[in-house]
């Protein structure tokens, strides 16, 4: 049951072989809703060109790399925290859009079925978090189309204990030493950098242990002899913090310095519908680009309602404010969100996804992944609604 409205101020993997579920379209009417009829439009008007109600599928439960979704709304905002979603008006800057916004939790939320498919079942959807590695791997039933990286670097990474691994820096020096004492790399199984980092080469297939599950238990049993996959912008704060058992500092690498570097969750809408959503686009993606800019300069008020929908949701999902701010943090540090290289935030570099698009199409046709063999690269991004105006 849907709470009622609160205010601001109250109280962390792409995947191959994830079943999508045969989820009831229970939303289908997120189109009809009414807009905030009493509120004025400012200077940014959507109303004549987007749904009444802006639908975003997220991946995952409320983090700080979704802030800037919650940037967008204001003091009234309905939870309901049995569809894990929270709705309210749409704000560019403070002010009304004339639309509605709602954001709706992924991964255990949906579960754990892919985005793109929840796209295609449900076409209240109106934007999607879509790696860039799945969109090639589903390009043939499900394809879709990145608008906007809201994060320029993937911040998926493996994380070691440095006073085992004293001397490593670098994932190659990772394997090297782990060759020598025989521990493993945990990971989900089915993860596709782990699959290209097999067949590249990069890491020996006897080394990887799929059976990863969450949990901090057996890199901590293991004494920091075995490593495992993680998120830049959590889990080395959560060891050191937050998992008394371990409680000391963690290493790691971005595993996109490996060449598996894909826009991690991206939005993105499905291709059938572009360009029906053009006209709405051409206005809103300049407004989430304000709002990353926005979230990251003053992330507080966003992540007090990160941290409210956590525990309105309550569904196991547990998140501090030490995590957050800590994200926040590295997310600015890692250059996880940045320019990238230029002077303007949240568009795709041509050549580095074109690059990514051969080494993903020869790994995913050997691994029969659900890909459309006419797939062009161009065909998974477009950068026609990016403001160059706005940047960090």
């Known amino acids: ?5 609160h205010r601001r101020g109250l109280a962390a993997v792409s995947l191959l072989g994830v079943s999508a579920l045969a989820l009831a379209a229970c939303s289908a009417d997120a189109d009809d809703a009414a807009p ?16 009444a109600t802006v639908v975003v599928q997220t991946d995952w439960n409320p983090e700080a790399e979704h802030g800037h979704l919650y940037e967008m709304f204001g003091d009234d905002y309905t939870i309901d925290s049995d569809d894990k979603s929270v709705s309210g008006p749409l704000l560019a800057g403070g002010e009304y859009t004339g639309v509605n916004l709602e954001v709706r939790s992924g991964g255990p939320a949906v579960g754990y079925s892919t985005v793109q498919s929840l796209m295609y079942q449900d076409d209240a959807i109106t934007l999607g978090y879509v790696h860039s590695d799945a969109a090639i791997s589903s390009s043939a039933t499900t394809p879709v189309v990145g608008v906007l990286a809201q994060m320029d670097v ?6 070691w204990d440095p006073e085992t691994y004293p001397g490593v820096d670098d994932i190659p020096g990772l394997v090297s030493a782990l060759e020598e004492t025989g521990g493993v790399w945990r990971y989900f199984g089915g993860a596709a950098y782990m699959e290209y980092l097999i067949a590249s080469g990069t890491v020996p297939e006897e080394l990887t242990d799929g059976g990863y599950d969450g949990t901090p ?7 920091g002899v075995s490593v495992q996959q993680g998120f830049a912008s959590a889990e080395p704060y959560i060891y050191a913090n ?10 790691y690498a971005l595993i996109s310095s490996t060449g598996w570097d894909i826009y991690g969750s991206a939005l ?24 990353i800019v926005d979230f990251v300069n003053e992330p507080d008020e966003a ?8 525990a309105e949701y309550d569904n196991g999902w547990t998140y501090s404010e030490g995590v957050a701010d800590y994200a926040v943090e590295t997310l600015l540090g890692e250059g996880i969100v940045s320019n990238g290289g230029n002077d303007h935030i949240g568009d795709f570099d041509p050549e580095r996804v074109e690059g990514f698009f051969d080494i993903g199409m020869d790994l995913f046709a050997e691994i029969a992944a659900d890909v459309d063999p006419d797939l062009e690269a161009s065909d998974i991004y477009t950068n026609e609604f990016i403001d160059t105006s706005i940047g960090l």
């Not at 519908?273 to 993606?285: G, K, Q, T």
Request: hydrophobic share 45%.
């Open 303 to 310: 992540i007090d309602l990160v941290l409210e929908l956590v």
């Open 242 to 251: 937050e998992v008394p058992e371990w409680d000391q500092p963690v290493d």
């Open 36 to 51: 905030a009829a009493d509120l004025e439009i400012g200077s940014v008007d959507l109303s004549g060109v987007c749904p």
């Open 1 to 5: 049951m849907a709470s009622p409205s």
């Open 268 to 291: 993105s809408v499905r291709a059938d519908r572009l360009e029906e959503l053009s006209p709405c686009l051409a206005e809103l993606v300049p407004v989430m680009q304000q709002a």
């Open 154 to 159: 993937n911040p998926q990474m493996v994380m």
């Open 217 to 223: 238990a057996s890199f901590v049993a293991d004494g």
